[in-house]
């Protein structure tokens, strides 16, 4: 007999059958890449920042007047 689980099901199951011991690692490795991306992240605006104003510099000709 074949049953039918919905979405919302199989992830009740999955919770259900998932402990401690499962869990930590997948936490471990979420909080290292929060933390590499709380450390960096001030430096990668930076990046971005400077990249954005060097594509879109204004030229001294394209002023209006």
């Given at each position: ?57 204004r030229s001294p000709t394209s002023v209006k007047k």
């Amino acid at each position: 007999m074949i049953i039918q689980l919905h979405l919302p099901q199989l992830v009740a199951i999955a919770l259900f059958y998932s402990g401690p011991d499962q869990i930590l690692p997948l936490l471990s490795i979420l909080g290292a890449i929060i933390g590499f991306l709380l450390i960096w992240w001030q430096r990668f605006v930076q990046l971005v920042r400077r990249a954005w104003q060097a594509a879109f510099k204004r030229s001294p000709t394209s002023v209006k007047k």
